[in-house]
């Protein structure tokens, strides 16, 4: 045989493999796959990207769990050892002087990890506030979730 006639060959088996026959079933599924591949960039050119799905991040609140801890961080936030983190803290988390004269540090943009050691007791002006380890991961998702607010 001659290159061309196996090249010619190739060619309908590639064809009738791929549905490349002539039925009316063909004819009409044709232009949906021509054009599905014209939508795409040229594989060639080096700035082409191919469009990707993305999906929402989830928020703090986008699930239920997530609104709960929140709605309890906010309540405790606002009433631990009847008085709040507000009370010296203020309802921003920006701190400033208290009742008794002292000042409360500006805790927005503080790590979870230094929240938690105050809120455990690592503060000593915080001593009388007690709280689960629940609670302290309330708190913490509730200032996280303050900080993230414009």
Not at 4 to 13: C, H
Not at 123 to 149: C, G, H, P, R, W
């Amino acid at each position: 045989m001659r290159p061309i006639r196996l090249i010619a060959l190739g060619a309908l088996l590639v064809a009738a493999a791929c549905g490349g026959g002539s039925s009316a079933s063909d004819a009409t599924s044709a232009p949906a796959k021509t054009a599905a591949v014209a939508t795409l960039p040229p594989a060639t050119s080096p700035s082409a990207t191919l469009p990707v799905a993305t999906t929402p991040a989830a928020t703090p609140s986008s699930t239920p769990a997530a609104a709960g801890a929140l709605a309890l961080g906010k309540k405790i936030y606002e009433t631990a050892g009847d008085v709040g983190c507000v009370e010296c803290h203020q309802a921003s988390g920006g701190g400033g002087k208290t009742k008794a004269g002292d000042t409360a540090p500006d805790i927005r943009g503080a790590t979870a990890t230094k929240l938690r050691d105050a809120l455990g007791g690592g503060a000593a002006a915080m001593s009388f506030i007690k709280l689960s380890t629940d609670e302290i991961d309330a708190v913490v998702a509730y200032l996280q979730y303050l900080n993230e607010q414009p």
